[in-house]
């Protein structure tokens, strides 16, 4: 009993070093630092309370660029969301604004028009008077990444995330940072790019042009209703994500906030950081496109803190 039981340790040891292996350290600095701002996103929604999600089953294997899929969830991943308190919050207020001003497709070019662009000021607005942002600037800041200047710091924001570039070679300028994470995008009429965010994906849901598939999670890690990270499938005009990801029930001023913040602090193209906000330990992942953000997202690696007990054991 005694030697079956240690073989198995033995096997649980062999398969968490090779996890850790391509695994980037735990960024206590930024863990510190996120958690922070965890506690500060007061427009924070509470599950439960503000929205109820429903997780359902597990997502089968689906291959980038397929359209077929089965259906996993029969019910819509928000069963209910008070749409009143999203709109009475000014940055999400502001934020839902923004998500009907793009060209789904990359390879269309965009157009700002004045109203557009007024709507983008009024959202950084509304983004750099919170807690959140504030805490985040000071923190860049000290870090010499960004002014002290908060015109300076919106306009350093506006370029990282507004700054319309070409995504696909040969057409006009068809994208930019924000559609990309918060609103999401098609390519080739074959796959859906981007799209991380849960305020999007439930407003696409409600009107029917979203379907969400299942989650995607290791056999012991079974997400629930509280999670604030999901990794889920779902379809979106009629194209399959297979794998995406999204935080759940967070501001837009938070995800703006951790995005922006591993954008600035090195120069790769590619950045992941291994960091623990909450009950959840994640990678952040965010991806350059020359100067400005091409991708980011969040990446569940265990939810309600299994990996605080893995280590307490
Ligand atoms: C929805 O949110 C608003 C604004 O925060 C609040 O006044 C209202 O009571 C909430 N509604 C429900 C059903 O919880």
Not at 63 to 74: E, I, K, P, Y
Not at 75 to 92: A, D, G, I, W
Not at 175 to 201: A, P, R
Request: glycine share 6%; net charge neutral.
């Amino acid at each position: 009993m005694a030697a079956r039981f240690c073989g198995v340790l033995v096997l649980v040891a062999v398969f968490l070093s090779g996890l850790n292996a391509s695994r980037p350290a735990l960024n206590q600095e930024l863990s510190n630092l996120f958690n922070e701002l965890w506690r500060l996103d007061v427009n924070r929604m509470t599950p439960g309370t503000d929205y109820t999600i429903s997780v359902q089953g597990r997502a089968s294997f689906v291959s980038q660029g397929s359209h077929v899929v089965q259906d996993h969830a029969t019910q819509p991943l928000f069963s209910n969301v008070n749409e009143t308190k999203l709109k009475t919050t000014t940055t999400t207020s502001r934020f839902m604004k923004l998500l009907d001003n793009y060209e789904r497709s990359t390879g269309v070019t965009e157009r700002v028009t004045t109203e557009e662009q007024t709507e983008i000021n009024l959202f950084l607005d509304a983004v750099l008077q919170t807690e959140v942002m504030k805490r985040t600037h000071k923190y860049l800041v000290s870090k010499g990444q960004s002014s002290a200047d908060l015109r300076l710091f919106k306009s350093q924001l506006n370029s990282i995330w507004f700054n319309l570039y070409r995504r696909q070679r040969n057409t006009g300028l068809d994208s930019c940072g924000f559609e990309h994470v918060f609103v999401g995008e098609t390519k080739s009429g074959t796959e859906i790019i981007g799209f991380h965010n849960w305020i999007q994906f439930y407003l696409q849901e409600k009107n029917s042009f979203l379907d969400y598939k299942g989650y995607k999670a290791r056999e012991r890690d079974l997400p629930d209703q509280d999670d604030h990270v999901l990794n889920l499938q779902f379809s979106w005009h009629n194209l399959v994500k297979p794998v995406g990801s999204a935080f759940i029930g967070t501001s837009p001023e938070f995800e703006m906030a951790l995005f922006t913040i591993v954008f600035l602090i090195n120069t790769d193209r590619s950045t992941t950081v291994l960091v623990n906000i909450d009950q959840c330990q994640m990678e952040l992942v965010v991806i350059r496109h020359g100067r400005f953000l091409g991708t980011a997202y969040p990446k569940l690696l265990s939810s309600n803190s299994r990996h605080i007990r893995q280590h307490a054991r």
